[in-house]
């Protein structure tokens, strides 16, 4: 039957040129369909492509000609400074923004790291600490520009420079690329960003946004022009008006591929730096603004920092200041005008958890700084009568009243002793719903981005345990709970090398021993199994592009080991063994420490210990620790949680993740605690410590860090 139709539709002429018809016709929406998705998602270099229909077309309100920025056709020089709302607790926002208003600055410039806003795929999170709503409608109630950085990658000593670790779930991942799995998941991160912002421009909406940074320093990266294209349309397709601008360091200037239209902005603290930047931007275009998009005031501090290296002096950069404004009529960003602090575990690799910077505004928020006067008067000296002189006054006396003038009240609250203890074993029975897999797994393809992942096996007899591989990027070794030599609590230390160095751009990845032994003493082995628990601490990713894509792909938390292929280093997990043989499964429980964990252990009383019972726990085992806080008035200032007696592990208070502290490594030993995250009466302190806890906790006024020379 199937013959005969075949016969009769090739033997009639009519239905066989109606069938090359539709054909074509179905070919030819083919293509045109191939083509829309080459333009959304390789990018075409034509500039004069129509756009589509459902792209907005509207003239940014920031333009320029002839080096000078113009503001709804109005010259404008702008003067930015950095604040990073997601390093200050929102009830501090305003006071910055103030303090920045105050100084003589007309414009504030922020990061949107796209990992603290969809930490899980397909959720976001814009409330609290994370509402950059709100910071832009406050910036504009005190008379502020904004200029925002939404990435994806955001540099900043962010985890990852702001992406997202679950992208690294995809074994293929190219970050910063025109892979497929990455422009999708950015096309869905900007669809849902702009939704937010999106009335919030000066174009057309007279909001207070007027550029926006695709990128940050890509020329250390790559040179994918096709790559910045599809980043800009892709802004644009969801409403993005404002002008849009690239950024570079004097390393990655000579590889920036700009896209037509758009002006960059230079990154540079050392005027050398500077000058040859310069001199390459009027050769280019004698057109484009001189725009010094990151003029560093500090730097930041880094885990195992010999000294307080590249710290900016208040009298050089007020001179630069004053050149930049001054003679050389420059629009710029001081970065940072205040940095702030990397709770929780937003830090990128090797970063400390303060970001203080040595900004004019210090962490607690004080402006009572030798680089704070000079930078404000060199701003005032150079600006003259374009500055907003009535705007700086209102700020100055709200600013008073919220205060009392410098900002940054700081409390000495007193010694609290630790009073209870909750075991390594009751801590990892509140996980739910650990995973068996035959081998191990990266913490991303267990679906955690952060805190610390577990690897359990149990065996029945041994003498060396094998670790066959690295950890990324500490790691603990646990026989039955306690270390492999119980006299000696550090044994089952297992450490990515951070070396003590100057050079704050280290690798991401730091090539490890391809095995560990450890032995076992036969004291530790019970009858008949015995459990071993690997605890691996992700201590961020890098957040620097120097590496390129080799480093920024490997970048995957846990046990882990390279694999050669096609003379290609290939991240891939490790393994454990006993003896020399496998373990044959790993049961993996993630240890987030996300809010809802944090509450489950506030609610667990009976599983802790009084401090008296739990002396005679084995040295070296892991544990939560907590003090209570007893304040009788309502706290009005803030303080430092000094842990200068504990080693290593993340500090809580009533539930915030405060950050990592590493005592061994420091330099840093105090950690800032915001007052609006103390109340009146008991506050709960829990520490997770790794190695050696203290008796107590330390409430201080001034920070503290100890530099080995």
Known sequence: MQQNSLIIIMSNPIKLRYNRIVLGLLFLVLLIGLLFIYVDYTGL????????????????????????????????????GTINYFRVHRKYWRTRLLQLKAAGFNTVD??????????????????????????????????????IKPGPFVGSQVDFGGLPGWLLKDANMRVRSMYMGFTLAVDNYFQVLM???????ASPNGGPIIAIQLEH????????????????????????????????????????????????GINFNRPEDGRRMISNLQAWDRDLPLFVSELWSGHQLNWNALDRHDVIRPATLANLISKLLGPMRASLSLHMFHGGTNFGFMASRLVATSHDWDAPVDESGSRDTLKYRAMAAAVSMATGNRSDSSGRRRAEKELFGIVGGSGGRVKDYGNFSIDSVLTWSELINLIEDPKLYESAKFMEEVDQNFGFIVYRSAFKAGQVVTVDGYVADWGLLLINGAPPDPADPSSGQLSGAIPRQHDQQQQVQQQQPAQRHLSLKRSQLAAPTNTLDLIVENLGRSS?????????????????????????????PGRLLINEQPVPSYKIYSLRFDAAFMAKVAVRRSSWLSVSSAAALPRGQPGLYRASLRLVDEPSADTYLDMSAWRKGVAFVNGFNLGRYWTEAGPQRTFYLPAPLLRRGDNEVIIFELIRPGSHVSFVRSPKFVYPV
């Open 195 to 201: 939704h937010q912002l999106v009335d919030l421009q």
């Open 217 to 264: 320093e890509y020329g250390s990266f790559g040179d994918s022009l096709q790559y910045l294209h599809f980043l800009r349309s892709t802004l644009r397709r969801y409403g993005a008006t404002e002008a849009v601008y690239a950024c570079e360091t004097v390393e990655g200037f000579g590889r920036h591929r700009r896209l037509n239209g758009d002006f960059i």
């Open 110 to 147: 922020t990061c949107i790291p796209w990992n603290l806003h969809e930490k899980t795929k397909g959720s976001f999170d814009f409330h609290a600490d994370f509402n950059i709503r709100k910071f832009i409608k406050l910036a504009q109630s005190v008379g502020l520009y904004v200029i």
């Open 45 to 80: 270099i034509n500039e004069n492509v129509p756009q589509r229909s459902n792209e907005i077309s509207k003239k940014p309100s920031l333009t320029y000609k002839s080096r000078q920025f113009y503001l709804n056709g109005q010259p404008l020089q702008i003067i930015s």
């Open 544 to 572: 620097s592009s120097s590496g390129g894509a080799p480093e920024a792909n490997a970048q995957r938390k846990g046990l882990a080991s390279w694999q050669s292929l096609n003379a290609e280093q290939l991240q891939k």
